[in-house]
C-alpha cells in the first residue's frame, strides 16, 4: 500500500517562505515521478510541481521563480521550498505520486493535504 504524507504547512505573511516535504512508504519511490499541486476553496486542483527519478522537474507558471521542487530519493521525500509567497498561493498543498498528467494534478496516490495560508 502507497502511503503520502505532507507536512510543513502553516500560515504566514506575504513575501515570506515555507517549506513543505512528503514522505512515502510501502512502494518504490525511487522509481516514480512525484509532484506537488494545491486547490484553493472553490477552485478546481492545480499541478504546481514535479519532479522525475533522475532530478529533472518542472513547475507551473504561475509560481516559477518562487517555488523549487526537490528529491532525496535515500529519504524517499520530496520537498517543495516556497519563496515570496502571496495571498493567492493561499490553499490546501497536496504531494503526489505517479505523474499521469501533473500540470492537471492527475497522480495516481494523494495525500491528505497540508494548509498554507498567506496574509497581506
Known amino acids: 500500500r502507497v502511503l503520502l504524507m505532507e507536512s510543513g504547512g502553516g500560515s504566514v505573511q506575504a513575501g515570506g517562505s515555507l517549506r513543505l516535504s512528503c514522505v512515502i512508504t510501502?512502494?518504490?519511490?525511487?522509481?516514480?515521478?512525484m509532484g506537488w499541486s494545491r486547490q484553493a476553496p472553490g477552485k478546481e486542483r492545480e499541478g504546481i510541481a514535479m519532479?522525475?527519478?533522475?532530478?529533472?522537474?518542472a513547475v507551473a507558471d504561475s509560481v516559477k521563480g518562487r517555488f523549487t521542487i526537490s528529491r532525496a530519493n535515500g529519504q524517499n521525500s520530496i520537498s517543495l521550498r516556497m519563496d515570496n509567497l502571496k495571498p493567492e498561493d493561499t490553499a490546501m498543498y497536496y504531494c503526489?505520486?505517479?505523474?499521469?498528467?501533473?500540470?492537471?494534478?492527475?497522480?495516481?496516490?494523494w495525500g491528505q493535504g497540508t494548509q498554507v495560508t498567506v496574509s497581506s
Open positions: 503526489g505520486a505517479n505523474c499521469n498528467n501533473w500540470r492537471r494534478a492527475e497522480f495516481d496516490y
Open positions: 510501502g512502494d518504490t519511490f525511487g522509481e516514480r515521478c
Open positions: 519532479i522525475y527519478p533522475s532530478g529533472a522537474s
